[in-house]
């Protein structure tokens, strides 16, 4: 089963403390359901000191469950609800409920783009 929500994509948060900011994901934890999003859920931790480390308190992204969080599309520009269907190439793409967009997989290039 593929991933609607996958590391590089752009997702706003839609409920919880942080409810309203958009954020890229930077890991996808896939096991726990969780993501880490860039700049979201901001905690305080208390560290000792490692080999390559200074103690004292550091602020890091927390994980999110990936039930607050959804899709941001680029072409509508609202956050949006995922569906899956057959590629021209036979393969999986992701598609936008609101606008029927194809959303593109990050870090993947399109064929067109590929042949230029």
Known sequence: MAEKIVSG???????GKNKGQRGRVRTNLIHKDRIVIEGVN???????????????????????????????????????RVGFREAADG??????????????????????ERNV
């Open 42 to 80: 901001i905690v305080r931790r208390h560290l000792k000191q490692g080999r390559a480390r200074q103690a004292g308190i550091v602020e890091m992204e927390a994980p999110l469950h990936v039930s607050n969080v959804m899709l941001y599309c680029p072409s509508c520009n609202s956050a949006t």
């Open 9 to 15: 994509d752009e997702v706003m948060v839609i409920s």
């Open 91 to 112: 393969g999986k793409e992701r598609f936008c409920k609101k606008c029927d967009a194809t959303i593109p997989q990050p870090g993947r290039r399109s064929e067109r």
